[in-house]
């Protein structure tokens, strides 16, 4: 969405880091197959530089980095580093690959960080970071450094930082307000005053990266753009750690709507942010809150009379933008029963679904056994069964069969068929209800002692033939793993987002099996 109007000086950098700090948001951990596919997508999308993973924290994490740095096209492909040699070794050479790399390596700078984190004195930690912007600048031209908790950095200390990592070779300069707690007036008078204070900061490019503990991540990244910021650090849906980060989507659509106050561009191509908004959701297994700005699927629903009337007379009444521009179609009723293989590849393609053959076979089996059972199949019931497909192909556990015997007369009772890991299995159990039944027989098929942290059920579609979507989230350990599941039997929609966040509970404990106690995913910001 450039604008040959505007100059190459209001031209912000869009940094995603879904695939990074958006991972490690609790439970949102994905596979290789959906990193690697999300990764294309934001390439495709417009995305100047992806954060492709944390390559010293894990072996899977190396791959995925050193993959997705393989194949990426246009965008720069990079990875996250502490400010060891061998983070910094690690993550260089996971990006060696790619057409442009770029390493983003980080130290905390404030007091309460130094003091507990690191237990270094702020003498230690100037010199280190003067030591792996220099050992990063060795392998790369493009480094880039941050303040960790930049935001509680006593400010001579973040300029004299700064302005070493500058000279040591940094050309991305991050001020991250790590913990979400800064407002965006102190947010641009810290940028302003940083970039007028540090005598080199004309030689690099300043970055924000907000978190949303209090909800002002998006407002904290604009007021850093309008300070001199020119990169900013967002991830898809706003995923994140604990609260999340400025969402992508949000950030882009207010330089594009409002740019009479924020006059600044971006080469995001909006009309494939929902479709990445529901890409991201169904490999994270994270629901998109229905009243989220842009993507949310109330965004352009209006209910109120008073609304309703004001559409139908002037759109402009009550929408600030074109449903279109972020990719959102009406919901069409096109496709049932009757509809063929090369019809519902159309559809796919309308939707910005482009599927491997084998892929497309087993989508539209899906659909066909669908359409018996259901009379008209919509845009979300298609995108539920995509999703379905990309989260469970390779799972170890899989449902094969499922009947339930419920009633007000009891005891509620489920058989279950599994297939694990090739095995048929299968097994009756009862239960305080149909659900209970139901999760009580999969305990009895693939014994485990995860608990169960969240079990949401709601429609896809309108109607009493709607398929019900189930979400699930089961912890153990100390880990925490979402899936979503849909079927037009709730039970059934309800035991495959059970199996679904059981399997990713397993395949987690293997990788750490297999590669050993990785480096601990700290956060960069």
Sequence with gaps: MSNPVQSDKDRVVIFDTTLRDGEQCPGATMTFEEKLNIAAMLDGMGVDIIEAGFPIASDGDFEAVNEIAKRTQNAVVCGLSRAGAKDIDRCAEAIRPAKRGRIHTFLSTSPVHMKYKLQMDPQQVFELVISSVTRARNHTDDVEWSSEDGTRTEFDFLCRCVEAAIKAGATTINIPDTVGYAVPEEYYDLFKRVRESVPNSDKAVFSVHCHNDLGMAVANSMAGVRAGARQIECTINGIGERAGNAALEEVVMAMRVRNDKLPYWNNIDTTQLTHASKVVSAATSFPVQYNKAIVGRNAFAHESGIHQDGMLKNAQTYEIMLPETVGVKQTSLVMGKHSGRHAFIHKLEEMG???????????????????????????????????????????RIKLLSLSVIAGTRGPQRATMKLDVDGVTKIEESEGNGPVDAVFNCIKSLVPHEAKLELYQVHAVTEGTDAQAEVSVRLSQDGRSMTARAADPDTLVASAKAYLGALNKLVMKRQRDVAHGAGASAAAAS
């Design 353 to 395: 679904h482009k599927l491997a053959g084998n892929q497309v076979e087993d989508a539209f089996v899906r659909f066909k056994a669908l359409a018996d059972r259901k009379k008209h199949i919509y845009d979300e019931d298609i995108e539920a069964l995509i999703d379905e497909g990309m989260v469970s192909a390779h799972d």
